[in-house]
């Protein structure tokens, strides 16, 4: 056992056993201990089943979190969380760090890694720390590496302590440098004259963080999906997993004790969610179709950010500045803001639209820019590309998102195959039988439902079992003919190319169909649009008709 748990005593020897009593209980609970024989000597990771199988729904972004150090806490206890589809801290796995070095960082990252079945997350947010960030940049190369923003407003409290207590409004305008710059351009001249004011020109510090900006100020990651649609109080490192469950006076004894407190506390509140955004119906603020599509589609949070950019189109009219053949490109701007004004380029054949400020490729949710091209051009309805199935209702049935790059398939590993599809069953479930059991008509609906169910496994166990033996029988039998083939190379490959260009055509015509269902979609609106109109008129000129009488 190394110092730091001598200095913990027996309570590691507590969570291991722990540990060791989960997995025994479930076998895609996951635990390792970084040593020889997995004895208790060195850092410890862990990951229940639920944790491995939100990450494999909502582990595009990530934030390692060690701010057990600046927290002054006992217990070196850090975890790796994400956003769930209703903006929720989501768990993807714990850990105790005893020594801290770039080895065991680089450990625990592998380590982490393996339990996700070797997925790696599109971005990553983590503390200040250069341990860290060798270690990030050594296990995960290709993921964006994101500082935690807070963790640096923590850091310059302490370094500029005089400063803060002199100047009460440097925090504000801090703060406002950072978050509030739309352009990169904006930001270099707010962050010098920002200097200049307070007098802080050559501070060592602060040229050290601006010399690490690209990694922390939100208007050079713009690119890159980190999934944040809060606003910065709501995104405060405060918002973690376990606040208010693992703080300063948590010990190792009562460390697990408080883990499973929070796992349920959040467990109850995702189900909370689930049900108010299945059985509440939001209030819509606009006739537009495109919301109450997107009141079917999202959670109730998203929804509400959602429709306050679609709401701000009317404060947001679309400028046409230019036209080539498919790509039209429009200024956007609010009224009597127009030096603020964002570049949108719409493509008519395919309807898509790129934004300039970026908040689709940085979020997931579609930005009020690119809502008023779309309005200005009579897309009524959400084109498909821009609904990120982890915002929505469904974003744990089947697998998958809407765009290719958060798609997080299950392992071609066959024990991880298993072990994924376990977890899968066994959420789903799991919300099937909190459904089935409330009351006696739905409970036995559920019994009748899982009977048949029972019946279709089986059948489909002894159907693939026949499959498995035919396939036997038929490769022995061809063992002996293999240069048969050799000899239909030729005809192979001709049948190749035709199946490359059935697939080819397959695609263009699922393109054309798609954009034919929103033309339709498009078409009924304005024919909905022209019934009401006329009732409408004839109303008014009944109206007209009475008074004329009278």
């Known amino acids: 056992m190394n110092s730091g748990q001598k200095i913990l005593g027996g309570g590691v020897q507590h969570v291991l056993d722990y540990l060791r009593r989960m997995q025994a209980e479930s076998p895609a609970f996951f635990y390792a201990v970084q040593g020889d024989n997995g004895s208790s000597n060195g850092n410890i990771f862990w990951a229940d089943a639920t944790a491995r199988m939100n990450y494999h729904y909502f582990g595009d972004s990530?934030?390692?979190d060690t701010s057990y150090r600046a927290n002054g806490c006992w217990v070196p206890f850090a975890t790796f969380t994400g956003l769930n589809h209703h903006a929720q801290p989501v768990l993807f796995g714990c850990a105790l760090i005893f020594n801290e070095s770039e080895a065991s960082l680089v450990w625990l990252l592998q380590t982490w890694l393996q339990a996700m079945s070797g997925q790696k997350p599109v971005s990553i947010t983590t503390d200040i720390d250069q341990l860290i960030q060798m270690a990030v940049a050594h296990v995960l190369p290709e993921t964006h590496h994101r500082l935690c923003k807070w963790s640096i407003l923590r850091e310059t409290k302490e370094k500029l302590t005089n400063v803060f207590q002199t100047h009460p409004t440097f925090e504000t305008e801090f703060m406002k440098c950072v978050n509030a710059s739309e352009t990169i351009e904006e930001f270099e001249s707010q962050w010098k004259s920002f200097l200049e004011r307070y007098y802080l020109t050559d501070n060592e510090y602060l040229q050290s963080i601006y010399s690490a900006c690209r990694h922390w100020v939100p208007v050079f990651m713009r690119e890159t999906f980190f999934g944040d649609i809060l606003s910065d109080e709501d995104n405060d490192a405060k918002n973690t997993f376990f606040n208010g469950y693992v703080d300063a006076s948590t010990t190792i004894q009562t460390l697990i004790k408080q883990y499973e407190k929070a796992l349920t506390i959040w467990h109850e509140m995702e189900l909370k969610e689930d049900l108010d955004s299945t059985n509440t119906t939001p209030v819509l603020k606009t006739p537009?179709?495109?919301?109450?599509?997107?009141?079917?589609?999202?959670?109730?949070?998203?929804?509400?950010?959602?429709?306050?950019?679609?709401?701000?189109?009317?404060?947001?009219?679309?400028?046409?500045?230019?036209?080539?053949?498919?790509?039209?490109?429009?200024?956007?701007a609010k009224f009597g803001e127009e030096h603020k004004a964002h570049t949108?380029?719409?493509?008519?054949?395919?309807?898509?639209?790129?934004?300039?400020?970026?908040?689709?490729?940085?979020s997931g949710i579609i930005c009020r820019h690119v809502l008023s091209v779309f309005r200005a051009k009579n897309v009524l309805t959400l084109p498909s590309q821009y609904i990120l199935k982890r915002w929505t209702r469904n974003a744990k049935s089947?697998?998958?998102?809407?765009?290719?790059?958060?798609?997080?398939a299950l392992p071609s590993n066959s024990q991880e195959s298993l072990t994924m599809r376990h977890n899968s069953l066994r959420q789903e479930a799991i919300k099937f039988v909190e459904e089935g059991a409330k009351s006696i008509h739905s409970y036995n609906v559920a019994v009748n439902a899982l009977k048949e169910a029972a019946k279709k496994v089986a059948a489909a166990k002894k159907k693939n079992t026949n499959k498995t033996l035919v396939n036997n029988i038929v490769n022995g039998c061809n063992q002996g003919v293999d240069e048969g083939v050799i000899d239909q190379a030729d005809s192979d490959q001709s049948k190749e190319e035709k199946e490359q260009k059935i697939r080819e055509l397959s695609t263009e015509l699922e393109c054309l169909n798609q954009q034919s269902e929103v033309y339709r979609a498009n078409l009924l609106a304005v024919l909905k649009d022209m019934e009401e109109e006329k009732l409408k008129l004839s109303v008014k000129v009944q109206n007209a008709r009475l008074s004329l009488k009278e």
């Open 344 to 362: 949108v380029r719409f493509n008519t054949f395919e309807l898509t639209a790129n934004c300039s400020c970026l908040m689709f490729e940085f």
């Open 398 to 408: 089947g697998s998958g998102s809407t765009l290719e790059e958060h798609r997080l």
């Open 288 to 332: 537009s179709p495109m919301e109450k599509q997107a009141a079917n589609l999202y959670t109730r949070k998203v929804f509400i950010k959602f429709q306050e950019e679609l709401v701000e189109t009317l404060a947001n009219p679309a400028t046409k500045i230019d036209e080539s053949r498919t790509i039209t490109t429009y200024h956007v």
């Open 62 to 64: 990530i934030k390692l």
